[in-house]
């Protein structure tokens, strides 16, 4: 079964087309400026290779604001200049990016020319469309925000009017119109197979995805309290944590991905411990929300009745209304010394 041939109008398509009014990134993905009053897109054309190329179908994400109207013309030609002003050839290309040119008067052409105009539409069939270069505008009109993601336009258009006689393969009839409703199911469901493995790898995945992994190595990582990051990594060495669960090398590699530092394990040391008490030294201050992900993750992998203890490390010492010195206790002034032949040592001075 011949499989369709789709032409994704990603970052180098956008980057080389003519447009006004519009941001993008690499990823294909097009945002409205909405600080600009024109906003339009005209791409540079799509090579069907062959003469009168037939096209199959358009499609693309579209989110706009009720008020906004998106306009998009596309014309198939097997030529890429026509004749400009007394006769002299003009190339359509540089005709659309020629920005001394009035929009008005490229849509007028496109018009006159026979394309194919599409109101607010994401998904269109372009049987009636005919030639080897395919040229796309794209026009929006009204107040709001608006984007437009995953532009894709196919060649073949259909998949299964060749396994059909040929007395039933009349090109833009009702039967072939009604085939392609089949055929896009199944060119959609193909893409997404196609795609299965980015929802297998842990870089690409969804974080939704990232937990249900987790909870095949029996981790509990719902709720979305972990950053994306540390869920990754978390997920990453899943199979290791598995193998050091229980051990103080396990909890120590679970505190080192969520704080992102080395803690220190103190086991029956602080504070008169008991046999099952471990103390955590950690040497900054903990915000709730991190500790608490701290505690919930350690949970997970500490041995059977042990009590876990966090302390929290600052690097300045504050004195409350609750403190107090004891004898031969004192609170050393910062000096510098200077040693030269007058010089005085009291009892604030210490030489190691």
């Known amino acids: 079964m011949a499989k369709d041939i789709w032409y994704s109008i990603k970052g180098n398509r956008i980057k080389s087309a003519y447009l006004k009014g519009f941001e993008y990134d690499d990823a294909g993905n097009i945002v409205l400026d909405e600080t600009v009053n024109e906003h339009f897109i ?6 069907g290779v062959t003469e009168s190329s037939t096209w199959g179908r358009f499609s693309c994400k579209l989110k706009s604001s009720e008020e906004m109207v998106c306009y998009t013309y596309l014309l198939a030609a097997d030529n890429t200049v026509i004749k400009g002003e007394n006769g002299i050839p003009l190339s359509i290309d540089e005709m659309f990016s020629d920005p001394d040119m009035s929009t008005y008067d490229k849509i007028t052409f496109m018009t006159n020319s026979g394309a194919k105009r599409l109101v607010n539409c994401e998904d269109a069939l372009l049987y009636d469309l005919e030639g080897r270069y395919l040229y796309i505008a794209i026009e929006m009109m009204g107040y709001g925000g608006a984007s437009i993601e995953k532009l894709r336009v196919s060649a073949m258009g259909d998949n299964f009017m060749n396994t059909f006689p040929q007395v039933y393969q009349e090109r833009g009839s009702f039967f072939h119109r009604y085939l392609s409703v089949f055929s896009s199911i199944y060119n959609d469901f193909s ?3 196609e795609q299965l493995y980015k929802m297998l790898d842990l870089d690409t995945c969804s974080t939704e995805l990232l937990e249900m ?13 972990l950053k994306e990051e540390v869920l990754r990594t978390l997920v990453k060495e899943a199979y290791q944590l598995n193998k050091m669960k229980g051990t103080k090398k396990g909890i120590q590699r679970v505190l080192e991905i969520i704080l992102e530092e080395e803690p ?7 504070q008169n411990g008991g046999v099952f008490e471990i103390t955590i030294l950690v040497k900054r201050r903990l915000t709730e929300e991190l500790r608490h992900q701290v505690m919930f993750m350690v949970d997970q992998f500490k041995p059977l009745r042990t009590k876990i203890r966090i302390l929290q490390m600052e690097k300045d010492v504050v004195l ?3 403190s107090y010195l004891d004898m031969n206790a004192s609170i050393p002034q910062e000096r510098k010394p200077v040693l030269d032949e007058e010089a005085l040592y009291d009892g604030a001075f210490t030489l190691t």
Do not use: A, C, H, T
């Open 320 to 322: 409350d209304g609750n």
């Open 42 to 47: 005209f791409f540079k054309p799509l090579d």
């Open 264 to 270: 220190v394990l103190l086991e029956n040391r602080m």
């Open 191 to 193: 893409d997404q197979n």
């Open 213 to 225: 992994y987790g909870s095949w190595f029996g981790i509990d990582l719902k709720g979305g309290f």
